[in-house]
């Protein structure tokens, strides 16, 4: 998909710093000169198209009482898909990585209790596919900003 200048410019405000206002598409529409419906529309074309796959806030998960562990995950190379699927279904996941690895799929999840963790390690062990599911918990924490500069 070919982006437009529109979209470039669009992009490069929503990664940056989405104004935490009443209005937040109004005020990127008054920067980028044009009508709010235009930048709704917009977002939710790139949505679909699978440019952007999440528009939101980024939460301290530990403050607010959840547990991180990072988990690798050994899949047959047929149902990789399958089960990225699957696993990104989870509100739970922050992030899911397809790797050159024996273990091929590698995702973080928040929960509030060991028993929620376990109960999603369990159902992703019993998916087709999977043969083998490791847990390490966060101890600590790197936060880097990324930004994609679109030009």
Not at 94 to 115: G, K, M, P, S, V
Request: hydrophobic share 45%; glycine share 6%; with cysteine.
């Amino acid at each position: 998909m070919e982006l437009t200048q529109f979209d470039k410019d669009l992009l490069n405000l929503v990664q940056t710093g989405l104004p935490l206002t009443p209005a937040p598409f109004a005020d990127l529409a008054a920067r980028l000169g044009c009508p709010e419906q235009q930048v709704i529309e917009r977002l939710a074309r790139l949505r679909e198209q699978g440019i952007i796959r999440r528009l939101g806030a980024f939460f301290d998960a530990e403050a607010l009482g959840y547990r991180g562990w990072l988990v690798a995950v050994k899949v047959a190379p047929a149902q990789l898909a399958a089960v990225a699927r699957a696993v990104n279904d989870w509100p739970e996941v922050t992030h899911n990585d397809e790797r050159d690895h024996e273990y091929n799929l590698w995702f973080t999840i928040q929960t509030r209790t060991e028993a929620r963790q376990q109960e999603l390690l369990r159902q992703v062990g019993a998916m087709a596919g999977v043969s083998a599911v490791i847990t390490l918990p966060t101890t600590d924490r790197y936060k880097v900003n990324v930004e994609f500069r679109m030009e």
